[in-house]
């Protein structure tokens, strides 16, 4: 089975995307849902919807939470919404060793698939690698990626330029490296399992990714594939009546990653500064298609990661001082991509910003076709970042401020089955009634809780040599 690690609102209760409190009724949409989300508290998940999860999953829920009562429930979200927030951790020292096999931006040698490793190493290219991003690390310039990666190593207690400092540098990274390298081979051997399953006939089962990734740490990773499963499924709500014209105002995005450099070579790229693409991505599509109006659309965007929403705030800041956000677009030619992606591809932006000069990639990378857009600093401003830990919290949001439309890809996947039943649990208590969740996960549906699998978009994803189906599933609060 190979799974791509991207496969991939109505308005308030009154439908017409007006906020219903009389006090900000005068304020644009925008800045009233801003007001409203920086008004509304994180709480954890309640105890009395906890219970009835706790009762029909006795097999999978953690044994310290059996016969727990309120203030147990709560010691244990508290634990572990701190064991979550650590899991990032090792989630970037992922990306370090993605950007040691496929970076560009500190070295000139090829990159290594993680399938070439033991001949990279034979041949003395891993070695060499190692020691350029050694030696990158020592004097970063202002290459982000390596500046990122010397705080980091030094949270770890190591100094690229002391004495012993590339030695402990190196020894760490190439640690690091086979532990990713050992982790893989426990990933591939999971989708192998699964392959062997007789394929079900029902579309659901596209959305079975199992918790693939729930030991593993939290990636950041994102890329334009589960935007376009995204934009597809909406194609298919609309033209389904689900959803309507005009109908999106209040938009959440759970977990809108970060662009390092993807772990999948393919898409691994670090010429171009970091971006994250949801946010502006979801605006595009909401307009392109009708169903949100322009300057009527508050898009949340909720996140555990420090360096996601650090991110978006420092994008706002610029956006305030009327500053667009550049989205450098990438596409190998060489890498097949269906017709209705390369569409896609090239109208990505056209509603929230416009076309502008592309960074041009390497040499290293022959056969690149590149785009890049500025997203409009008025858009930037409608997004905005709260931390959220969707496990084990929701924002505490009033009837009328709760959202149309949430979105979360490439997220659950990372949580065991009960941790995904709180989530859904969460996200529940974030939709106003009838508004939809989007995700390319089966989740489990408590029979106590309000989320229900609507249905399915499969999204074809047929290009010569390749040919397998995305899947976004939809849950409806009832
Ligand atoms: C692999 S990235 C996916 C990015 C993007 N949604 C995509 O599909 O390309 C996972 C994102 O979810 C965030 N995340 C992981 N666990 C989370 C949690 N419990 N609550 C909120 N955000 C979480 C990560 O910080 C990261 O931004």
């Known amino acids: 089975m190979s799974f791509p690690e991207h496969p991939n609102t109505p308005g308030g209760p009154n439908g017409n995307g007006v906020h219903g409190r009389a006090r900000i009724l005068t304020l644009p949409l925008v800045l009233a849902a801003a007001l409203s989300l920086l ?18 999953q006795r097999a999978q829920a953690p ?3 059996k016969g727990a009562d309120a203030p147990q429930w709560l010691a244990w979200a508290r634990r572990r919404d701190q064991a979550i927030r650590a899991r990032l951790e090792q989630g970037d020292l992922d990306s370090m060793v993605n950007l040691l096999l496929s970076g560009t931006s500190f070295t000139q040698r090829p990159r290594i698939p993680m399938e070439g490793l033991t001949e990279a190493s034979k041949s003395g290219v891993l070695k060499a690698r190692v020691d350029d991003l050694v030696a990158g690390l020592r004097s970063p310039g202002d290459n982000e990626r390596l500046l990122f990666l010397r705080r980091l190593l030094h949270s770890q207690g190591i100094d690229p330029e002391a004495a012993e400092g590339p030695r402990q540098s190196g020894v760490f990274i190439l640690k690091n490296l086979l532990r990713v390298a050992e982790e893989r081979k426990t990933l591939a051997a999971r989708a192998a399992e699964v392959d062997r399953r007789e394929p079900p006939d029902d579309p659901a089962s596209l ?23 995204i934009e597809q499924t909406m194609r298919d709500l609309k033209a389904r009546g689900v ?22 070579e393919a898409s691994a790229y670090d010429y171009y500064p970091q971006q994250t693409l949801q946010p502006f991505a979801l605006y595009d599509t909401l307009i392109r298609l009708g169903l949100a109006k322009p300057n009527a659309l508050a898009l949340s965007i909720l996140d555990i990661s420090p360096r996601v929403l650090e991110h978006i705030r420092h994008a706002r800041e610029r956006a305030a001082k009327n500053t667009g956000y550049v989205l450098q677009l990438p596409r190998d030619v060489a890498r097949p991509w269906p017709p209705a992606l390369i569409a896609y591809w090239r109208a990505l932006g056209d509603r929230a910003g ?13 056969g690149m076709e590149t785009r890049a857009v500025r997203i409009r600093p008025d858009v930037v401003l409608a997004c905005d970042p709260a931390d959220l830990d969707i496990v084990v919290e929701h924002l505490d949001l009033a009837a009328a401020d709760r959202f149309d439309l949430i979105v979360g890809t490439n997220i659950f996947v990372y949580y065991d089955a009960f941790e995904q039943s709180l989530a859904l649990e ?20 408590a029979a106590s809780g309000s989320l229900r699998l609507a249905g399915v978009t499969v999204v074809p994803f047929d290009a010569p040599g390749a040919s397998v189906h995305l899947a976004v599933g939809w849950y409806r609060k009832q």
């Not at 508290?41 to 219970?51: A, I, L, M, W, Y």
């Not at 740490?217 to 890329?223: F, I, N, Q, V, Y």
């Not at 959803?243 to 999948?264: H, S, Y």
């Open 426 to 445: 969460n996200v529940a208590a974030m939709l106003r009634p009838g508004g939809l969740l989007l995700t390319n996960d089966r989740l489990p549906e």
């Open 207 to 229: 959305l079975d990714r199992s918790s693939f990734f729930q030991d593993r740490g939290l990636s950041l990773d994102t890329g334009i594939i589960p935007n376009f499963s």
């Open 39 to 56: 008004a509304a508290g994180r709480e954890f998940t309640s105890f009395d919807s906890v219970k009835p999860i706790l009762n029909a």
């Open 63 to 65: 044994a310290e939470l």
């Open 243 to 264: 959803l309507r014209e005009g109908q999106v105002a209040r938009v959440a995005v759970i977990g809108p990653g970060l662009d390092f450099i993807d772990k999948n």
């Open 354 to 366: 416009s076309d502008v000069a592309p960074i041009r990639p390497p040499e290293i990378f022959g």
